[in-house]
């Protein structure tokens, strides 16, 4: 996304957001984050509803594993990731991942296909076994990859404090598990510019939550209005349980505790820095749920 970009776009106000949240969420209960629900991307180009993270799942995956190595260590064998990642799915529920139109586009360009839009995110969501290593190729490829957190990450991997090949191995890993017909993972593509106006933070005024809190579902784009949507109790209700089961998931021992100092470090981090990319100059807004229909907006 270019400054040019950013400079056209309309800066939502307090009113509007409010508007715009006041028609367009519902509540969903935390432990459904284990699930039936996901985490998305804080893309705001989504017309559903969403619980939104940097990345969605896939981002808070890398997330994890990096600070499993960070609090260890240990480094993570690549070799190993698709296991890991099924793993993953199987103690925390659904996986989502995106892209988008854009990345589809280059990478057709980059592979040199001539085919409709539509045939060609067909091929990428089952190819033709001949296909397959071409286009896995081709899809650890930064500019292939549509979402802009995991992007950044490939290519700024030290301001993100991650490994650029661990990164890699999670966008492989997850088509090949999609290639599989593995039922947890979904797979998005998301259409359109980037006309995002506001970053929003959505929460509710409870200090502790857990799996039978209800969380505040919000859709992102309405009628060409976009913001991005970050759920930072969600998030961090999340990493708390992954904290439990991180050293069964990466296969060696992780402090809980300094784990759960370091993820929220790294997690601030990472999220900080994909704002100062994606969302340079927008403002910050609170939205804060008293309760099940009535919110507050406040400007950061």
């Not at 009113?15 to 804080?42: G, Y």
């Not at 139109?101 to 045939?119: C, F, G, P």
Request: hydrophobic share 40%.
């Amino acid at each position: 996304m270019s400054n040019s970009q950013q400079q056209e776009k309309q800066v939502l106000t307090a009113k509007q957001i409010e508007k715009h949240i006041v028609e367009n969420f519902q509540f969903v209960k935390m432990n459904s984050l284990l699930t039936d629900q996901f985490e998305s991307c804080v893309d705001g180009r989504g017309e559903i509803g969403i619980v939104g993270t940097p990345g969605g799942n896939a981002g808070e995956f890398v997330l994890a594993l990096t600070t499993a190595e960070k609090v260890s260590g240990n480094t993570i064998d690549i070799v190993q990731m698709r296991e890991i990642m099924e793993k993953y799915c199987q103690i925390f529920g659904k996986f989502y991942m995106h892209t988008d139109t854009h990345a589809i586009e280059n990478l057709m360009k980059s592979m040199s296909l001539d085919m409709s839009l539509s045939d060609i995110i067909s091929m990428i969501q089952n190819p033709v076994s001949n296909l397959r290593e071409n286009l896995l190729n081709a899809l650890m490829q930064a500019d292939n990859v549509g979402c802009g957190h995991i992007k950044l990450m490939m290519k700024n991997p030290e301001e993100y404090g991650v490994r650029k090949e661990l990164v890699q191995a999670v966008v492989r890993s997850f088509y090949e598990l999609l290639w599989s017909g593995n039922d947890y993972l979904e797979f998005v593509v998301l259409e359109g510019e980037h006309q995002e106006g506001a970053v929003v933070n959505i929460l509710t005024v409870d200090t502790e939550i857990n799996s039978e809190s209800m969380i505040p579902v919000v859709v992102p784009e309405v009628d060409g209005e976009q913001m991005f949507v970050n759920h930072p109790q969600a998030a961090n209700f999340m990493r708390t349980y992954e904290a439990q089961n991180i050293s069964e998931l990466v296969g060696f021992e992780v402090s809980v505790d300094d784990y759960k100092v370091e993820v929220e470090k790294l997690g601030t981090r990472q999220l900080l820095t994909t704002v100062g990319h994606l969302a340079k100059g927008l403002p910050i807004f609170n939205v804060v749920f008293t309760d099940e229909t009535n919110f507050t907006v406040k400007k950061v």
